[in-house]
């Protein structure tokens, strides 16, 4: 009779140890999907932050090219200027204007 309530004894104590591990490994589990969830949550945030970053970086960038534009389109104009164009012509390459005889006019 001791031997069958000893094994009834360890019977018990085994399904107790079993239904210990079975909660540890629940709560694991839990713990882990929590934990990643965690995760997951704050890396979205901090690449979302850094998305933000590069947006502002981007339209600083753009900032600076369209200044840069419309510096280089006040110099073209400035270059192809008729008046600036003549005074080079007349001055640095000695030119002057054509005389009757030599204008031709393309059919």
């Known amino acids: 009779m001791e031997i069958a309530a000893g094994a009834k004894v360890q019977r ?3 399904a107790a140890l079993r239904g210990g591990l079975r ?3 629940f709560a694991l589990v ?6 990643s969830a965690v995760f997951v949550t704050i890396w979205r945030r901090v ?4 998305v933000g970053y590069e947006v502002t970086q ?3 960038l753009e900032s600076r090219y ?3 534009q419309k510096e ?6 400035m270059l192809e200027s008729p008046e600036r164009i003549e005074k080079i012509a ?6 002057t204007d054509p005389e009757q005889g030599q204008i031709r006019k393309l059919p």
Do not use: P, Q, S
Request: proline letters at 0%; glycine letters at 8%; hydrophobic letters at 55%.
């Open 30 to 35: 839990i713990m882990l999907l929590a934990g």
């Open 72 to 77: 280089l389109e006040i110099e073209k104009a």
């Open 66 to 68: 369209l200044h840069l």
């Open 58 to 60: 981007l339209e600083e």
């Open 47 to 50: 690449a979302f932050i850094n």
């Open 23 to 25: 909660d540890f490994f």
């Open 12 to 14: 018990k104590e085994m």
């Open 90 to 95: 007349r001055g640095r390459l000695g030119l």
